[in-house]
């Protein structure tokens, strides 16, 4: 089995380091962890080198590492994921009219959401966010997802349904909360918010 | 559960179809849903956008860890012995653990640690701390670190510097048993670098904390100690 030597360890990481970082810092409920989890993730990758074998798939190998270390530090952070079979769909479910106002504008829309954005992403269950991460920040299909998270596919696509119509849902609820929807209806958004 | 035609639509969106996949489905959706499918696809493009900024990897981060693996690489004959040192020192704890009177703990301390112990002026006690700071002047908060902390930290004391007349506070701790010092000065133009006791640290920041300038550095990522002032 052919390995692959330090300094092309070090080269291919370059190559991926600003996607994986961007899926830590997605991924990790605590942003204070955000650097010592990538740094651990890398680390213990490296450790581990002489169990990869050259030619093969480096991303998604260090995606699966770096995923690892994120489920480990949340874990930490004494949040669990939720069974995939005791979720009550209508929980999640946005109302059409509500819907069609925040497509209507995304731009605008997100933008007014602000850092809500991060904080709904983080209220995802971790397969949730795992697998929505990997297919919009790491652009992984949904095999490749199902590879990395040792999930079936089906399983990736259920978590992906989901996980969208939840970050949907609360972002809906801010957005009613915070009168953001309300401008919408009357027509007239601030002028703070159609600049942004 | 997400119906098999919410699936579909999803797969469709993802990019996940066959060319044939994509012509059957394409020639059953109506104008309504296109646009609709068009508007959700463009929602997620602009979220994926904000998803992505602000977030990254920072040099320094980068070059810390080519560094650790460059260490690795200039001493591979070592790893062994360091592996028997590490083996040794993890007995010699347990054994220093179970004698009368052993404080297995102190044998986790770095020897750099070992060497600020006896200029240590106020021990490690929170409340102490916290008001021996303010007695000198440092009003800054200092908070124990929450049950749902990432990392193990403890406190392990604090003493003072003089570094051209000026007082120089420095907290020292231990975060998952590597030693952290953070130096506080009500100036923010003098040298803290001076006073580093660490010449072996992996890790220094710098930043500021309301008026005063701080500097931590230690062999493990200060960023949670430093969470705990403000």
Not at chain 1, 40 to 47: N, P
Not at chain 2, 61 to 72: C, E, G, T, V
Not at chain 2, 139 to 147: K, Q
Not at chain 2, 157 to 176: I, K, N, R
Request: hydrophobic share 40%.
């Amino acid at each position: 089995m052919a390995k692959l030597t330090d300094d092309e360890f070090v080269a291919l990481l370059d190559r991926y380091r600003a996607e994986l970082f961007r899926y830590v810092a997605r991924n990790v409920w605590n942003d204070s962890v955000i650097e010592d989890v990538f740094s651990s993730a890398v680390l213990a990758a490296y450790k581990q080198l002489d169990e990869f074998e050259a030619g093969t798939n480096f991303r998604a190998w260090m995606y699966r590492i770096v995923t690892n270390k994120c489920y480990v530090a949340n874990r930490e952070f004494k949040r669990m994921s939720i069974d995939i079979e005791s979720v009550d769909e209508s929980h999640f479910a946005v109302q059409p009219e509500l819907e069609r106002r925040m497509l209507d504008d995304p731009e605008w829309f997100l933008e007014a959401c602000s850092d809500e954005l991060h904080r709904a992403m983080r209220q995802l269950s971790t397969n949730e966010r795992s697998c929505f991460l990997l297919l919009t920040i790491a652009k992984c299909s949904y095999k490749e997802i199902a590879g990395i998270l040792e999930i079936p596919v089906g399983t990736v696509m259920t978590h992906l349904a989901r996980g969208r119509k939840r970050m949907r849902r609360l972002l809906a609820e801010y957005a009613q909360a915070g009168g953001i929807i309300k401008n919408v209806k009357s027509g007239v958004k601030p002028a703070c918010q159609r600049s942004a | 559960m997400a119906t098999d035609k919410d699936l579909l639509r999803q797969a469709y969106m993802d990019g996940e179809l066959s060319v044939e996949e994509i012509i059957r489905f394409e020639s059953e959706r109506s104008e309504e849903e296109f646009r609709a499918l068009q508007a959700e696809q463009a929602f997620e493009s602009v979220l994926i956008e904000k998803l992505e900024a602000d977030c990254a990897c920072p040099d320094e981060l980068w070059q810390d860890i080519q560094n650790r693996i460059a260490a690795s690489q200039r001493q591979p004959q070592t790893r062994r012995l360091v592996l028997w040192l590490a083996a040794l020192a993890a007995v010699v704890t347990i054994v220093a653990g179970l004698l009368p009177g052993g404080n297995a703990r102190s044998l986790l301390f770095h020897s750099e640690l070992a060497a600020v112990k006896d200029r240590i002026e106020v021990p490690g006690d929170w409340q102490k701390i916290r008001s021996s700071l303010t007695e000198h002047g440092f009003h800054l908060a200092l908070t124990e670190p929450g049950t749902d902390a990432y990392h193990k930290i403890e406190l392990y004391g604090l003493l003072y510097h003089d570094l051209a007349g000026e007082q120089v506070a420095e907290v020292c701790f231990t975060c998952c048993g590597e030693p952290i010092s953070v130096y506080l000065s009500k100036d923010q133009d003098v040298d803290l670098t001076q006073l580093v006791d660490f010449p072996a640290s992996t890790f220094r920041h710098s930043s500021p904390i309301d008026k005063y300038q701080v500097l931590a550095v230690g062999g493990h990522s200060p960023t949670e100690i430093l969470s705990l002032f403000s």
